[in-house]
């Protein structure tokens, strides 16, 4: 791959996240005013979870503490990291350094974390996670803009 295509390969990443992110938060502004554990109680029933066991049952206690104020706190939260990424995209789409310099930040911020959490318990979602992360800091590397 070329020094353009690493950053553009980066910068769909980068907005694939951004996208996601702000799908998201416009879906949790759905759930203001509505009793958010009841919702979850539903889903997990339609699924036929068994909701005393684990992940159903982290899911049914998160829903439990949700509230209005917290659910705009995490939609406009969800926004903004959203903003941030899709900047990042388009600057890494036109070789911007700010954009490759912030990339290589923020990829290399979550690399120390990752490796924590391979450590205090390996699993395949944090060993992927932590691949994936360290792919993207090879390609912004390969990518530098002059």
Not at 36 to 59: D, G, M, W
Not at 106 to 130: H, Q, T
Not at 136 to 144: E, H, N, S
Request: with cysteine; charged share 20%.
């Amino acid at each position: 791959m070329s020094k353009s295509a690493d950053l553009r390969f980066a910068a769909v990443f980068e907005a694939t996240k951004g996208i996601l992110v702000f799908a998201t938060a416009c879906a949790i502004f759905k759930f203001i005013h509505i009793d958010v554990q009841e919702a979850a109680e539903q889903l997990v029933s339609r699924f036929h979870l068994n909701p005393a066991r684990r992940y159903p049952r982290i899911f049914l206690e998160i829903a439990s503490n949700l509230n209005d104020t917290r659910l705009l706190a995490l939609g406009f939260g969800g926004i903004a990291y959203a903003v941030v990424r899709l900047v990042e995209a388009y600057g890494l789409w036109h070789s911007k350094r700010w954009a490759w310099i912030f990339g290589m930040i923020s990829a290399g911020l979550y690399i120390p974390i990752e490796i924590f959490e391979l450590v205090k318990r390996a699993n395949w979602a944090e060993a992927v996670l932590f691949l994936v992360n360290l792919l993207i800091l090879v390609v912004l590397l390969r990518g530098r803009p002059r």
